[in-house]
């Protein structure tokens, strides 16, 4: 199939797709069960830098997700990880990496979320993912790589009209009502959440820097997420449930909803007083919710592995450290620190903490431990510092 000759899937995809990818984590969870997680030695720089080191696949040149549980691409993963590499001097390696995603989006003619170890294309757990597109244009953006841009323009391009096609209304520019999209949150059911509408903020933006078409010029993001502003917090999606909401609440201010300025600080103090009464950044930002509430509506393979209620993710801390750090929050450094605290006491990056902030262990899954995502902390505790490029491929 070309793009030219065959309309794209909506989503990539098939019950034994996701059955078959959902065996593998959990056969690596067993086993990691057993052995239990990677540790590694020095300072959280040292750690962390070891970590992005080992993620970089050397045969086929890409960013894998982490060294166990994900050794995919996952684009929503790698693009909230490209600004950082490019920090710490990653150019070559994100172009690589970019390279050989669109080699394989252009081979299949669409985008998809995961591409496969073999070079397939996956969505997980089923249906599109706003959010994968909008942080693979964020991350490209970051890159500032015109010719690679150019060569792919009409794909991305094709892309870009795609996205709003499936994902947006056309009249109101929201995301669609009553279809199940895939989101960080993977097993939760919402209704055009806050999260995915800030995901449509974030692409908007992204394909102007990039200089492509643009089919969400036309709609004003930022007026559309005050409709999910509660005075104090936002709302979890447009059904306005009763229960807190963690990537609710950082999402729209982390993609620029209000600027940078006194209205954005302004607003970071309401929900950093909202997250913290309700408990989402205990014992470590950030959690995703704090149990079960009436309303809240996860896929059944929660109950298999029930992490994505009450556990600390640390992608979220990551969105809520940058944010601090954007708007020179006093609250940074704190926070940076209980990070730094944790990657050296767990001598690892874990993907998910448990409630009392240790490896989260569940029925038949071990947190992750080497995840691409300490690019972002290691940016962090370097910035401000000169340092000679790293080599990701150096033992």
């Not at 996701?18 to 030695?41: D, F, H, M, N, S």
């Not at 060569?151 to 991305?156: E, I, K, N, S, T």
């Not at 940076?336 to 874990?350: D, G, H, S, T």
């Amino acid at each position: 199939m070309t793009a030219e000759t065959a309309s794209p899937p909506s989503h990539f995809g098939t019950p034994l797709r996701t059955a078959a990818a959902g065996w593998r984590i959990v056969r690596v969870g067993l086993r990691r069960k057993r052995t239990g997680p990677e540790r590694y030695q020095g300072s959280a720089e040292d750690i962390c830098e070891q970590i992005v080191r080992r993620c970089f696949e050397p045969r086929r040149r890409f960013f894998r997700t982490s060294l166990w549980s994900y050794p995919e691409l996952w684009a929503r993963d790698f693009g909230r990880c490209v600004p950082a590499l490019v920090g710490l001097g990653f150019e070559r390696e994100v172009a690589e990496t970019y390279r050989y995603a669109l080699a394989c989006y252009e081979r299949e003619g669409a985008f998809a979320l995961v591409i496969t170890p073999d070079g397939r294309l996956f969505d997980f757990p089923a249906g599109y993912a706003p959010d994968g597109f909008a942080f693979f244009l964020h991350g490209l953006a970051s890159l500032r790589d015109g010719a690679l841009v150019d060569r792919h323009r009409a794909f991305l391009e094709r892309e870009a009209a795609r996205f709003a096609t499936i994902v947006t209304d056309p009249e109101t520019g929201l995301v669609r009502r009553g279809v199940l999209f895939s989101e960080a949150q993977d097993n939760a059911i919402r209704d055009s959440s806050c999260y995915s509408n800030a995901a449509c903020l974030l692409a908007r933006d992204a394909l102007a820097a990039l200089g492509l078409q643009n089919p969400l010029a036309r709609f004003d993001y930022a007026a559309l997420l005050e409709r999910f502003w509660e005075g104090d917090h936002y709302v979890d999606d447009l059904r306005r449930p009763p229960f807190a909401s963690g990537d609710a609440q950082l999402l729209p201010l982390w993609c620029g909803a209000l600027g940078k300025g006194p209205a954005a600080r302004a607003r970071l103090d309401a929900v950093l007083a909202y997250m913290d009464a309700q408990g989402l950044n205990s014992p470590l930002p950030s959690r995703y919710g704090t149990g079960p509430a009436p309303g809240r509506r996860m896929h059944l393979v929660h109950r298999i592995n029930p992490w994505q209620v009450s556990a600390v993710w640390t992608c979220l801390g990551i969105h809520l450290l940058e944010l601090l750090r954007d708007l020179r929050h006093p609250r940074f450094t704190v926070e940076l620190a209980r990070y730094r605290a944790l990657v050296e006491r767990e001598r690892c990056f874990p993907e998910v903490l448990d409630e009392t902030g240790a490896l989260f262990r569940g029925p038949v899954l071990l947190s992750e431990d080497s995840m691409l995502w300490a690019a972002n902390v290691w940016h962090l505790l370097r910035a401000g510092r000169g340092a000679a490029r790293p080599d990701a491929t150096a033992s």
